[in-house]
């Protein structure tokens, strides 16, 4: 207070104190550097063993293994999605035997790996052919294509059904009553009110389902579907090129890394009414 | 119903047998897999909460390859990949040597990868749930840093990571199944066999799937008793 003003001039900004130089720097740049040398070594080897003809002969074979890939993953994604909400209606519901079912299911298809359901679909349903025969359904499942789509729906349709039954529990039951309360008939609450409150809650998980499906896709190049990973193994078995895996490598880790982009972009949309 | 029972049975009609051995191989794989896995996963998520920026890029870039990657990719990329590699480096010094890569080996390998990928994360979400006094408390007290983490925050690591790891664990059993592709006689290739000679696709590969559940619900039981444990060894929150 009794400080004349002068006194006040402000003083002499500290210098930037360098940041030292600590062991965890130093294994950074050392893993770097193997990161950076595996990269150089993967394009090196992609440059060297690079070939026209090789590259004009697989290319269009690779684009239309991923697009049986992405209709695939889209597909059965949609189809899950339809029949996972009979599912969670089962899981949520009062009845014992019914939410019983719904239980028996989602533990069976979350328990047991989608390559072993898979089989189970189109080798194991090669067992009741003149049954399916008898019913006309024997030329859906004689298709490796249709048996995989059937296989991957059952099984997405388990994980969303949880995920779409944690979403909706999260929602409060005050946010159901005061609905009810305004006299909101009840489907138009749950589309008006719940849904966009629980998709905020599933956005994440659904994406990561959706990763998963694309990443889980690949094992249908084992039933002969050919894919990208079944073009992949196509063109590795005719020219027995190491490359053939890495091209199939880049282009599932861009497909990922996009989608995962994609959800970040929406959750940042969809929670917009919540930033401050 | 008999010749059900005569093909599952022990013994040299029935494939009982092969079918254990299967799930001998099965148990084993994930077994070895999950400590190398935990390890892996452990030092990434160190590597991914450090100050240091660059650590931080190169722990990143793990993650992001192995969880972007299809397992079963994962898993052609190591097999014939590391087999490439090797004998490539291996002829730089004698050129008539040849080398195989264990199928085991490489399953071990590309499942770790994928588990330690998922399990930095479990890591990383469980270091954020620690509260940064935990660690003053450790250094106030005279403890060294390393002795801070062993002593005070791994425990508490442990037990907020338990329900993730367990997940993962759920996960590294069937992801297993993806081995058999490469040859190594687990549950499901030994089904397939037994199929493929017996014509009874439907009854072996739904007893694999049962295998499996089995499997997974062993480990819930298993998981329930040691979330009991580590529970019962902490402090109330």
Sequence with gaps: ?276 | MERVFTLLSFGPEGWGDNIAAGVVITVSLALATLPVGLALGFLVALGKRSPDRFLRLAANIYTTIFRGLPELLTLFLVFYGAQIGLQKLIHFFDPAASIEINAFVAGMVALGAVFSSYASEVFLAAFRAIPSGQYEGGYAVGLSSSQTMRLVIAPQLLRLALPGLSNLWLILIKDTALVSVIGIADVLRQSQVAARVTKEAFLFFGLACLIYLALAMLSSIAIAAIERRAERAGAVR
Aim: hydrophobic share 55%; with cysteine.
């Design chain 1, 1 to 276: 207070m009794t400080a004349a003003p002068g006194s006040l001039t402000p003083a002499e900004r500290p210098p930037v104190q360098k940041a030292p130089w600590t062991h965890q720097r130093t294994l950074g740049v050392v893993l770097l550097c193997i990161w950076a040398a595996l990269a150089l070594a993967v394009a090196a080897f992609m440059v060297e063993s690079w070939n026209p003809t090789l590259f004009e002969r697989y290319a269009p074979r690779y684009m239309s293994g991923l697009w049986i890939t992405i209709q695939l993953v889209v597909l059965s994604v949609i189809f899950g999605a339809l029949l996972s909400i009979p599912i969670a209606y089962g899981r949520m519901s009062e009845n014992r035997f019914l939410s019983a079912l719904a239980y028996a299911y989602v533990y069976f298809f979350r328990g047991t790996p989608l390559l072993a359901q898979t089989f189970l679909i189109y080798y194991g349903l090669g067992s009741f052919r003149p049954e399916l025969q008898a019913i006309g359904l024997w030329s859906f499942f004689r298709d490796a294509w249709n048996c995989a789509l059937f296989a991957f729906t059952l099984n997405t349709a388990a994980y969303q059904a949880e995920i779409l039954r944690g979403a909706i529990g999260s929602v409060g039951r005050g946010q159901w009553e005061a609905a009810s309360a305004l006299g909101i008939p009840k489907l138009l609450a749950i589309r008006k009110i719940i849904i966009p409150q629980a998709m905020i809650v599933a956005l994440r998980p659904y994406g990561n389902e959706v990763i998963l499906m694309i990443k889980g896709s690949a094992i249908v190049a084992i039933i002969t579907v050919f894919d990208l990973m079944g073009e992949t193994r196509r063109a590795y078995s005719q020219t027995f090129d190491f490359q053939t895996y890495i091209w199939a490598a880049l282009i599932y880790l861009a497909l990922v890394e996009l989608l995962r982009n994609l959800i970040d972009l929406i959750e940042k949309r969809i929670t917009r009414h919540l930033k401050r």
